[in-house]
């Protein structure tokens, strides 16, 4: 039989440990696992879900210098395109998109500890 006082205490405790996941990681650890569940959430055709990841990663673009603000408008226009794509219901392109931007990001950051 279900027990539904069981599965909320499981649920409880596996968003505590997401919760502390989050909380203890890295700036880089952070922009992955955002990624990650924009491509999850892009995949299930979760509109609301991947605008929400996609607004997070836009948030978090430096615009302080010039050449990190070259950057930065790239992306931008990179996830707007991919919130557009995401209410047209392309989700394929959205996810080879984010796919490709976070493997890029493995790659630097893999390079930037060497």
């Known amino acids: ?17 997401l919760v502390k996941e989050i909380l203890d990681a890295d700036p880089k650890k952070l922009l992955l696992k955002i990624y990650d569940f924009a491509i999850v959430n892009s995949k299930r055709g979760d509109l609301a879900k991947t605008n929400n990841a996609l607004s997070a990663l836009i948030n978090a673009l430096n615009f302080d210098t010039e050449e990190t603000k070259k950057i930065s408008i790239g992306l931008m226009k990179l996830y707007q395109f991919c919130q557009e794509q995401m ?24 390079t930037a500890d060497k």
């Open 1 to 17: 039989m279900y027990n539904s006082q069981s599965y909320s205490r499981s649920s409880n405790r596996a968003n505590a440990y």
């Open 87 to 110: 209410r047209q219901k392309n989700f394929n392109i959205v996810v080879n998109i984010l796919s490709d931007l976070r493997e890029t990001w493995l790659t630097v950051f893999r």
